[in-house]
């Protein structure tokens, strides 16, 4: 018999007959709307392995009905939305895509970076409403990014990517992380410090770290009081890292000059949030690995994984590693 699979999302076909090859697959097929809790919870009782995207709530309550789950592939590198701890004492394997999406990642951080700095949207906005009547010395003005300093808080893949792309614009890298990078900072010219120290001499502030109930709010407001007033501060890791209320106080009153956004505490972001009434703030839809060449490798790596782990071998990219050993 063959082993059964659900999927929460449309995949590349490709990717979908490859699993169809050996297993029993199903599909939510709606591309752009999540499966709803329901849908879930009836198809995860009999169910071997759930490929799920980081929009699914894998919680106890969900795992408590999955009696014959024997893995779970998750196409992120991030896995805060599903219970690790849980899963791990059910005997069951999570799955990761470390790795795959680090440069498209990266480059759309100082993409970000840069709109965010020199107003792009803004002044795209400025001329497509008929604004533009002339030039003028002091219209859309931004912070320049070249021989400024950059403090990346937290230096994983993505981190590293970002300091090497810095270095092309001659900046001065700081950078926050739970352990120093020995060899990182001698190749790339890094410069360790504390949190606080990065925060008062950046002009920019990466947030690179991974979710994490120890990260969770970490930004804050008596950190946006000791950055500078021209800062500004980039999140292209989790919106939860960071206290979108003390940030939306902090942009408004000065306190830092602007805030590029890739990723907010709840997604998709309601419309009348207070951070998207803010001339200074660039927003995006959480679309930090989105190129076609990234997203397509993330599907095939996550059927990978759940091909290895339900053939009896270990998957090259299990997370809750403790299960190795059982």
């Given at each position: 018999m063959?082993?059964?699979?659900?999927?929460?999302?449309?995949?590349?076909?490709?990717v979908?007959?490859?699993l169809?090859?050996?297993c029993?697959v199903?599909?939510?097929?709606?591309?752009d709307i999540?499966v709803?809790?329901?849908?879930?919870?009836?198809?995860?009782?009999?169910?071997?392995?759930?490929?799920?995207?980081?929009?699914d709530a894998?919680d106890?309550?969900?795992l408590?009905?999955?009696?014959?789950l024997?893995?779970?592939?998750?196409?992120?590198?991030?896995?805060?939305?599903?219970?690790?701890?849980?899963a791990?004492?059910?005997g069951?394997?999570?799955?990761?895509?470390?790795?795959?999406?680090t440069?498209?990642?990266?480059?759309?951080?100082?993409?970000l970076?840069?709109?965010?700095?020199?107003?792009?949207?803004?002044?795209?906005?400025?001329?497509?409403?008929?604004?533009?009547?002339?030039?003028?010395?002091m219209?859309?003005?931004?912070?320049?990014?070249?021989?400024?300093?950059?403090?990346?808080?937290?230096l994983?893949r993505?981190?590293?990517?970002?300091?090497?792309?810095a270095?092309?614009?001659?900046?001065?890298?700081?950078?926050?992380?739970?352990?120093?990078?020995i060899?990182?900072?001698?190749?790339?010219?890094?410069?360790y410090?504390?949190?606080?120290?990065?925060?008062k001499?950046?002009d920019?502030?990466c947030?690179m770290?991974?979710?994490?109930?120890?990260?969770?709010?970490?930004?804050?407001?008596?950190?946006?009081?000791?950055m500078?007033?021209?800062?500004?501060?980039?999140?292209?890791?989790?919106?939860?890292?960071?206290?979108?209320?003390?940030?939306?106080?902090?942009?408004?009153?000065?306190?830092?000059?602007?805030?590029?956004?890739?990723?907010?505490?709840?997604?998709?972001?309601?419309?009348?949030?207070p951070?998207?009434?803010?001339?200074?703030v660039?927003?995006?839809?959480?679309?930090?690995?989105?190129?076609?060449?990234?997203?397509?490798?993330?599907?095939?790596?996550?059927?990978?994984?759940?091909?290895?782990?339900?053939?009896?071998?270990?998957?090259?990219?299990?997370?809750?590693k403790?299960?190795?050993?059982?």
């Amino acid at each position: 018999m063959k082993p059964k699979i659900f999927i929460t999302r449309k995949i590349p076909t490709h990717v979908i007959n490859h699993l169809e090859e050996v297993c029993e697959v199903s599909i939510w097929e709606h591309k752009d709307i999540p499966v709803p809790r329901e849908v879930l919870e009836e198809k995860i009782v009999d169910i071997d392995g759930l490929y799920c995207l980081l929009t699914d709530a894998i919680d106890l309550e969900l795992l408590q009905k999955a009696t014959n789950l024997k893995v779970i592939g998750n196409m992120a590198v991030g896995f805060n939305n599903i219970d690790v701890e849980a899963a791990t004492k059910r005997g069951i394997i999570v799955t990761n895509t470390p790795g795959v999406l680090t440069e498209t990642t990266a480059d759309l951080t100082f993409a970000l970076l840069m709109a965010t700095a020199r107003r792009i949207p803004e002044a795209s906005d400025f001329l497509r409403e008929g604004k533009w009547s002339t030039w003028s010395p002091m219209l859309l003005t931004g912070q320049d990014i070249y021989n400024s300093t950059l403090g990346i808080i937290g230096l994983g893949r993505i981190g590293e990517a970002l300091a090497k792309r810095a270095k092309g614009f001659n900046m001065n890298i700081l950078y926050h992380n739970r352990s120093r990078k020995i060899e990182a900072e001698q190749e790339l010219g890094l410069e360790y410090c504390s949190l606080e120290n990065l925060l008062k001499r950046s002009d920019y502030i990466c947030v690179m770290t991974p979710y994490t109930p120890e990260t969770k709010k970490m930004i804050r407001k008596e950190h946006f009081k000791i950055m500078k007033e021209t800062s500004i501060l980039i999140n292209t890791a989790r919106g939860g890292i960071v206290n979108e209320n003390d940030l939306y106080h902090a942009l408004k009153d000065g306190e830092i000059w602007a805030a590029g956004l890739d990723v907010f505490e709840q997604e998709p972001v309601v419309l009348d949030h207070p951070l998207l009434s803010l001339p200074n703030v660039v927003t995006l839809p959480h679309i930090g690995s989105a190129s076609i060449g990234t997203r397509t490798k993330m599907a095939e790596v996550v059927a990978e994984n759940l091909l290895q782990a339900l053939n009896g071998k270990i998957p090259t990219n299990i997370v809750n590693k403790e299960l190795i050993a059982k």
